[in-house]
Each structure stands twice: as C-alpha cells, then as structure tokens.
T-cell receptor, first 113, second 112 residues
Framework: NAGVTQTPKFQVLKTGQSMTLQCAQDMNHEYMSWYRQDPGMGLRLIHYSVGAGITDQGEVPNGYNVSRSTTEDFPLRLLSAAPSQTSVYFC????????????FGQGTRLTVV | DAKTTQPNSMESNEEEPVHLPCNHSTISGTDYIHWYRQLPSQGPEYVIHGLTSNVNNRMASLAIAEDRKSSTLILHRATLRDAAVYYCILPNSGGSNYKLTFGKGTLLTVNP
C-alpha cells in the first residue's frame, strides 16, 4: 500500500514550458485534490475531483488544468509555466464519506525560471 | 464558511505537554474539528478529529469546549519530532464535507 505518490519530486522549468505533475493513489479514494504551498503560507486548493470524470476548481485554478480518467490518477497540467507558479505542490486523497482522514503526497518542488 | 483562528507560533520544551489552541466561534452544529500537522519538507498528515466529546489517539488528544467555539490539541509529551506546523480545520463547513481549507496554522518549536 503506497498511499499517495507524486512524481517528480523536483522540477525546473523555463517560462512558457508545459509539464504534468503526476499523482497516484492506491487506496480507492473517490476524492483527490491538488494544493500549492508558497513559502511561509498555508496550502491553497487548486483543483479537486470527487470521482472519475468529475473535476472542479478550487481557490487558485488559473494556469492549471486537471482531468480524472481513473480513480487512481489525478494529473495536474501546467500549460505555459510562469515564475508565479514556482511553489511546492501537494496532492491529497480521501474517501468521500464524512470525517475521514486525508492522505498527502510528499510534494513536488517546482521552480520556473 | 466557518473560520479558525490559531496563534502564529508556540514554543515548548522536550518532554513537556503542549496545548495548541484553536478558536472557531462561528462553528455550526455539524462541523467536525480536524487537526493536521506538517513536518518540515513533508506533506501534511492527519492528527485527530472530533465533534463534541474529547478524543484521544496514539498521537494526541483533542479537548473540545462545551460550547464548541474553541478546541485544544494536546501533545502529552513533546518530542523534537513534534516540531511542525499544526493546522486546525473545519472540513464540513461551507456545504462540503471533504474539502480541506488550510490557514497558516501554528508553528510549534520544541526545544531540547
């Protein structure tokens, strides 16, 4: 049982490049989400999904796309990276039923130069 | 959405108890209180949650005020490994029972 796995752990992009941050979970959780965390700040919700084929925007969705074709995977796409997207990105999953714990990945540290 | 208020930082000595407060004066009757913590350079991890009664688990205890407008996370004997940012969250607020909204939390420093 690996939990929530994020890849890559580190990434450097040039402005304008695109990339996909991968997130996979093996706990059959319906709910998955992406957060970003800037230095000295709490986590801010980017996008979330309550099941395959269903996604919705969080607090800071601009510049990011998501899709959920399977229960296990929830990739985050940066279409044209900007320096403002330099951050640490965390993926989380949890069951949809009430008051269950969420599990987080170890994070992807992204730098856009 | 019901909001939470926590001190920015607290300090403790190793092997002493730590009481981390959280105010949530606009909490509704169905809002559970969840605590997560984030160790340095790691993703957040679940600590504990409760509704009305005090709760205990292997990591911590959660004391909830009778009017539910505040709660306290209790670490009975702090260790250096407990140094982290602690977040108090009400995931049920705002019509969603699954989204976690993080504030800045309380940075706990544990002195040897």
């Amino acid at each position: 049982n690996a939990g929530v796995t994020q890849t890559p752990k580190f990434q450097v992009l040039k402005t304008g490049q695109s990339m996909t941050l991968q997130c996979a979970q093996d706990m059959n959780h319906e709910y998955m989400s992406w957060y970003r965390q800037d230095p000295g700040m709490g986590l801010r919700l980017i996008h979330y999904s309550v099941g395959a084929g269903i996604t919705d925007q969080g607090e800071v969705p601009n510049g990011y796309n998501v899709s959920r074709s399977t229960t296990e995977d929830f990739p985050l796409r940066l279409l044209s990276a900007a320096p403002s997207q330099t951050s640490v990105y965390f993926c989380a999953s949890r069951p949809l039923r009430q008051n269950t714990e969420a599990f987080f990945g170890q994070g992807t540290r992204l730098t856009v130069v | 959405d019901a909001k939470t208020t926590q001190p920015n930082s607290m300090e403790s000595n190793e092997e002493e108890p730590v009481h981390l407060p959280c105010n949530h004066s606009t909490i509704s009757g169905t809002d559970y209180i969840h605590w997560y913590r984030q160790l340095p350079s790691q993703g957040p991890e679940y600590v504990i949650h409760g509704l009305t009664s005090n709760v205990n688990n292997r990591m911590a205890s959660l004391a909830i005020a009778e009017d539910r407008k505040s709660s306290t996370l209790i670490l009975h004997r702090a260790t250096l490994r407990d140094a982290a940012v602690y977040y108090c969250i009400l995931p049920n607020s705002g019509g969603s029972n699954y989204k976690l909204t993080f504030g800045k939390g309380t940075l706990l420093t544990v002195n040897p």
